[in-house]
């Protein structure tokens, strides 16, 4: 089964500094890649997806991930954030197998952006 | 108007009580889901359904049931609520492998 891991429970950055937001996942069969973002009290919105084609993508506000398929990683990017970047971002997988394409998510990534 | 919406945003209950979340959507989607958001735990799919006929337990499906009495809507039942089940409660839609979910703004559920 698949599952995903989002390497930091927290991460504190300074206002327009560089953002990483790591996740790595596990699965046997391809795959398909998204990175959400929850703002405080609402719901989930997606940043980006990779299906497939060129490994990088662009996604809403700035973000941008990487699939390394050697190292079954799709980590979350950005270059420099803004205080209304904090939330909470989570990685999910979906693959062509036993998950009948369910989305499985990681734990959650808290970005806290400071001023 | 949202596409998917979930009634009702907040509710506090207490232990034992049954209670039903609701959820209706206007995206024309098939597939209905619904998930608990703990913090800490992310997010973990407690029911999924394909079509009005096809209703599949998810991860974390003890203690909880569903009714999908349309394409456009899928309740979610807790039929004796315990504190554990105190969470954010969340509906979605999609369309299938390799698209996304689209998700509700979430009810959050206190039981006491």
């Known amino acids: 089964a698949q599952s995903v891991t989002q390497l930091d429970s927290q991460v504190p950055v300074f206002e327009e500094a560089p953002v990483e937001l790591r996740c790595n996942y596990s699965s046997s069969v391809s795959v398909y890649l998204f990175w959400y973002v929850q703002y405080p009290n609402q719901g989930l919105q997606l940043l980006l997806k990779?299906?497939?084609?060129?490994?990088l993508v662009k996604g809403i506000n700035g973000f941008e991930a990487e699939f390394n398929k050697s190292q079954t990683s799709f980590h979350l990017r950005k270059p420099s954030v803004h205080i209304s970047d904090t939330a909470e971002y989570f990685c999910a997988v979906s693959d062509l197998g036993g998950s009948q394409g369910n989305l499985i998510f990681g734990k959650g990534t808290k970005l806290s952006v400071k001023p | 108007d949202a596409d998917v919406t979930q009634t009702p945003r907040n509710r506090i209950t207490k232990t034992g009580k049954r209670i039903m979340l609701e959820c209706s959507q206007t995206?024309?989607?098939?597939?209905m889901y619904w998930y608990r958001q703990d913090p800490g735990l992310g997010l973990r799919l407690i029911y999924y359904?394909?079509?009005?006929?096809?209703?599949n337990k998810g991860e974390i499906s003890d203690g909880y049931s569903v009714s999908r009495q349309a394409q456009a809507k899928f309740s979610l039942s807790l039929e004796s609520a315990i504190p554990n089940q105190t969470a954010l409660y969340f509906c979605a839609t999609g369309t299938g492998w390799g698209t996304e979910a689209f998700f509700g703004q979430g009810t959050r559920l206190t039981v006491v």
């Open positions: 990779y299906l497939s084609g060129s490994t």
């Open positions: 359904s394909f079509d009005v006929k096809d209703i």
């Open positions: 995206k024309g989607h098939d597939r």
